[in-house]
Nanobody, 127 residues
Framework: QVQLIQSGGGSVQTGDSLRLSCVAS????????VGWFRQAPGKEREFVGA???????YYADSAKGRFTMSRDNGKKTGLLQMNSLKPEDTAVYYC?????????????????????WGQGTQVTVSS
């Protein structure tokens, strides 16, 4: 059972930056796909981005050019750097890992493809 511990959320102003981290408790992290999702109040959970074991990435259109994913396989850590934050980015952000998946865009966008989830961290952006 892989546990994912998230940190790094908070309350910021429009245009500020935040970095979220996601640390896995065990497993062959260097083989995991790491996905990031978010859920705003009253809305469905939506895909933010995903990063493969070797650093290939897919981003949602809303994240392109502002958000950057990275990973440190030695530390079993996934990172989401969020710049130029907007009020519409306000949501609970979740990381997740797919331990056996295929890194295709249509697949990694599906939240049900992921095996383990972090506890979520609140990001609030005020204008």
């Amino acid at each position: 059972q892989v546990q994912l511990i998230q940190s790094g959320g908070g309350s910021v102003q429009t245009g500020d930056s935040l970095r979220l981290s996601c640390v896995a408790s065990e497993g062959n992290f260097n083989q995991f796909i790491v996905g990031w999702f978010r859920q705003a109040p009253g809305k469905e959970r939506e895909f933010v981005g995903a990063i493969s074991w070797n650093g290939d990435t897919y981003y949602a259109d809303s994240a392109k050019g502002r958000f950057t994913m990275s990973r440190d396989n030695g530390k079993k850590t996934g990172l989401l750097q969020m710049n130029s934050l907007k009020p519409e980015d306000t949501a609970v952000y979740y990381c997740a890992v797919d331990v056996t998946g295929r890194f295709y865009e249509i697949v990694v966008r599906r939240d049900y493809e992921y095996d383990y989830w972090g506890q979520g961290t609140q990001v609030t952006v005020s204008s």
